[in-house]
């Protein structure tokens, strides 16, 4: 059986740094992307980062740019999100998720294993 499961989630001061963590399980996700979403309390859920199978190219969503990092380790079947001068606005459920391919994409349709998700808050 799959399981995706988050965590590193917290209660942080704007300014600072958060690592999510991803681990998967149940057979191997080296030849999957795989992909970073949050959604806020009353907000629909929104792409954040994604990173191919290998590791080679990742992609952010623009508020996030410069200051958050994906990376992965395929030898631990886990994916990472390093969350640098965080700000209340990336207050949010953190989920990870598996996508259905080695390339990544922005859409939530395209990850077809999903994590329960990990409280993010950044108090100002």
């Known amino acids: 059986q799959v399981q995706v499961v988050e965590s590193g989630g917290g209660l942080v001061q704007a300014g600072g740094s958060l690592r999510l963590s991803c681990a998967a399980s149940g057979r191997s996700f080296n030849r999957n992307a795989m992909g970073w979403f949050r959604q806020a309390p009353g907000k629909e859920r929104e792409f954040v980062a994604a990173?191919?199978?290998?590791?080679?190219?990742?992609y952010y969503v623009g508020s996030v740019k410069g200051r958050f990092t994906i990376s992965r380790d395929n030898n631990k079947n886990a994916v990472y999100l390093q969350m640098n001068s965080l700000k209340p606005e990336d207050t949010a459920v953190y989920y990870c998720?598996?996508?259905?391919?080695?390339?990544?994409?922005?859409?939530?349709?395209?990850?077809?294993?999903w994590g329960q998700g990990t409280q993010v808050t950044v108090s100002s």
């Open positions: 998720a598996v996508h259905t391919t080695f390339t990544a994409t922005f859409y939530p349709d395209d990850y077809n294993y």
């Open positions: 990173i191919n199978w290998s590791g080679s190219d990742t």
